[in-house]
Structures are given as C-alpha cells and as structure tokens.
C-alpha cells in the first residue's frame, strides 16, 4: 500500500534550501532583467530569433589578415601559421607527433 504523501507546504525547509532558493530567484531574475535590456533580436521573416550572444572557443586573433610575424611562423615550408610548440603549428606538431607515434624517425 502506497505511503500518504506530505505536502510540501508542511514540509520544513532548511536554511540551506531557503538561500538556494533565494540564489536561483536572483539568477532567473537578473536573466530575465538581461533579456528585457537588450530586446529580442528579430530575423530576417519578422520572428523572434535566438541568438547565441557569446561564442565559445578561444577569441579570435587581434592580428589584422591574421598576419603572423615571421619569426613566429611554423618552420614548415609554406606554412603561415603561428608555431606553438617545437617551431610548428599546432596542426604540423599533432601530425609530427602522430607519425612519431606510428614509429617513424623524427624530422
């Protein structure tokens, strides 16, 4: 047989729960408060469009044309990448070290 139920009005909260509950209140209301601040973006057919207000990953580079000074480039023969590890760039150095890995000699 099923136990009876308590209903939450009766049930005790603790200090714990009463400022979680407080913090969350906050957080939607600082949400909400954020959304009405800066509008709902609309799309190009006249509907309310999401949009993701932050990318995610590392920022671009300041770099204008992403030009990278040539003592920062990859050693690599007509690469234009910035080297960040060993003198290549990232995508030379993951292949350098997957061939390494394959057993070949280094370079």
Same mark, same amino acid.
């Given at each position: 047989?099923?136990? /009876?139920?308590?209903?939450?009005? #009766? %049930?005790?909260? @603790?200090?714990?729960?009463?400022?979680? =509950?407080? =913090?969350? +209140?906050?957080?939607? &209301?600082?949400?909400?408060?954020? =959304?009405?601040?800066?509008?709902?973006?609309? &799309?190009?057919? +006249?509907?309310?469009?999401? %949009?993701?207000?932050?990318?995610?990953?590392?920022? /671009?580079?300041?770099? =204008? +044309?992403?030009? %990278?000074?040539?003592?920062?480039?990859? @050693?690599? /023969? !007509?690469? @234009?990448?910035?080297?960040?590890? #060993?003198?290549?760039?990232?995508?030379?150095?993951?292949? !350098?070290?997957?061939?390494?890995?394959? &057993? +070949?000699?280094?370079?």
């Amino acid at each position: 047989m099923a136990r /009876p139920r308590k209903e939450l009005s #009766k %049930v005790p909260l @603790t200090p714990t729960m009463v400022n979680w =509950a407080e =913090a969350l +209140g906050d957080a939607i &209301g600082r949400g909400v408060l954020r =959304a009405m601040n800066q509008g709902m973006p609309s &799309g190009a057919n +006249g509907h309310n469009v999401m %949009v993701a207000s932050r990318r995610r990953g590392r920022p /671009p580079k300041a770099l =204008a +044309g992403n030009m %990278v000074a040539a003592d920062r480039r990859c @050693t690599m /023969p !007509e690469c @234009t990448r910035e080297q960040r590890s #060993k003198g290549l760039c990232s995508a030379h150095y993951q292949a !350098e070290r997957r061939r390494l890995l394959a &057993g +070949g000699k280094p370079a």
